[in-house]
């Protein structure tokens, strides 16, 4: 399963649009076996959106998406 996790500093990110970058993390068995941080600082929301779908994604941990 892969998460993403936008983060603002070393918290969640309170809101998805906001956050700077994104945490992905994939866990298989429990554990972390592959993680990576993504910029977004410049993207739209879509682009976000699209982002971490290309990326396979399948949760998103956040404060909210607008």
């Known amino acids: 399963m892969k998460i993403a ?15 700077p970058e994104v945490w992905i993390i994939d ?12 910029p977004t600082a410049h993207l739209n929301i879509p682009q976000r959106l699209e982002q971490i779908t290309s990326s396979g ?7 909210g998406i607008d």
Do not use: A, N, Y
């Open 5 to 19: 996790i936008p983060t603002f500093g070393k918290r969640i990110s309170p809101r998805f649009d906001f956050s």
């Open 27 to 38: 866990v298989e068995g429990g554990e972390v076996v592959k993680q990576e941080k993504l």
């Open 57 to 63: 994604v399948d949760k998103v941990i956040c404060g």
